[in-house]
């Protein structure tokens, strides 16, 4: 019966120390406000100053077209969108950073912006960030080692069988 107290006391724990580490950060973001114009200067700073274009995302191609939900997916969700009608759709696809002649197999972050025009006049947006990252669950399995450095397939399969919070981004 004891090692099932055990992690009762392990996950109170936890969250006590979660919530602690949420206020210290809240206190500290509190006590560092960044401004606009100390964002616009870091992407100057750091890309250069380019007249006429955007500092974030600036490299990008866009699209038009149309979407038109399944059937499958009205069973789901009654919103405009998933009603089988072609929805026009306004589409931009971004590289990260403020340089407009960045290669486009850099390994910045990707963007995806969607705009859907709703037949009732409303707009739909949707934005997904393509990131090369790997997020761990917790602090302890980041210190440990098991997500870091050379990955090998034990390690990847020791990691992922423990794991079972963590995402890929």
Not at 47 to 61: I, L, M
Request: with cysteine.
């Amino acid at each position: 019966m004891f090692r099932y107290a055990q992690p009762r006391w392990w996950a109170a724990g936890l969250a006590i120390a979660s919530a602690v580490m949420v206020f210290l950060t809240t206190a500290a973001a509190a006590a560092e406000t960044v401004t606009p114009s100390q964002v616009i200067d870091s992407f100057e700073g750091t890309f250069g100053v380019h007249p006429g274009q955007r500092r974030n995302h600036t490299k990008a191609t866009c699209a038009v077209g149309q979407f038109v939900g399944t059937p499958a997916a009205a069973a789901f969700s009654r919103a405009l969108l998933f009603t089988q009608t072609p929805i026009p759709v306004v589409a931009r696809f971004s590289v990260a950073g403020g340089n407009p002649s960045v290669a486009d197999a850099t390994k910045n972050a990707r963007r995806m912006v969607r705009e859907f025009r709703l037949p009732d006049g409303s707009r739909q947006h949707m934005t997904m960030l393509n990131t090369q990252a790997f997020v761990q669950a917790s602090f302890d399995n980041w210190r440990s080692g098991t997500g870091r450095g050379k990955q090998t397939s034990s390690k990847r399969s020791l990691f992922l069988t423990r794991e079972t919070s963590t995402t890929f981004g």
